[in-house]
């Protein structure tokens, strides 16, 4: 993938876990990053968009930054419902494509 | 409420052609990018493609560029797929997206299977 994303993180119920999107200049570094989570067995939803804005109805436990060309998904106060794959999604400029991550597997230990 | 429903998917041998739609309500289709993003069997998501809002102006994916062709019809409130040549590896749910990467809104999706 044009974007690198661990493929999992984990932690018990109540921590925080951060989610890394790596990019570069023609995409994370000069555009808006979004954030999606997947359901088992559902459609993708968006989390986060423009980088660092919610959805009405997305608890502010989830929140998104950006640095130079790499984004972050953080998840405070984990919680069991959010057991979920987690993908970063970008507009490329020089490809001319929106290109995702491969995604994040969250666990809840 | 905003809502986007996909259909027309299904089993098509190698090689076959299979047209989807993507039915919009609830909101005004045109002032809308639509975005196509499949997703194979356990796999992620992947881009396919994008159409502006009057049709002008569309993006695709390399893998599918010059075998896919999108098309929209604002006054029906539908944007359609027209899917040529396909292969195994177009196998996927295909979910039609409005405004990806912004305060977006995707649809249930549905399942293309390419198989003989």
């Known amino acids: 993938s044009v974007l690198t994303q661990p493929p999992s993180v984990s932690a018990a119920p109540g921590q925080r876990v951060t989610i890394s999107c790596s990019g570069s200049?023609?995409?994370?570094?000069?555009?808006?990053v979004a954030w999606f989570q997947q359901l088992p067995g559902t459609a993708p939803k968006v989390l986060i968009y423009h980088t660092n804005e919610r959805p009405s109805g997305i608890p502010d436990r989830f929140y998104g930054s950006k640095s130079g060309t790499s984004a972050t998904l953080g998840i405070t106060g984990l919680q069991t419902g959010d057991e979920a794959d987690y993908y970063c999604g970008v507009w490329d400029t020089s490809l001319s494509v929106y290109v995702f991550g491969a995604g994040t597997k969250v666990t809840v230990l | 409420e905003a809502q986007l429903v996909e259909s027309g998917g299904g089993l098509v041998q190698p090689g076959g052609s299979l047209r989807l739609s993507c039915v919009a309500s609830g909101f005004t289709l045109r002032d809308y990018w639509i975005h196509w993003v499949r997703q194979g069997p356990g796999k992620g998501l992947v881009w396919v493609l994008r159409?502006?809002?009057?049709?002008?102006?569309?993006n695709y994916a390399d893998s599918v560029k010059g075998r896919f062709i999108v098309s929209r019809d604002n006054a029906k409130n539908t944007v359609d797929l027209q899917m040529n040549s396909l292969g195994v590896e177009d196998t996927a749910v295909y979910y039609c997206?409005?405004?990806?990467?912004?305060?977006?809104?995707w649809g249930q999706g549905t399942l293309v299977t390419v198989s003989s």
């Open positions: 159409v502006n809002g009057d049709g002008s102006i569309t």
């Open positions: 997206v409005r405004g990806l990467g912004g305060n977006d809104y």
């Open positions: 200049s023609s995409n994370i570094g000069n555009n808006h």
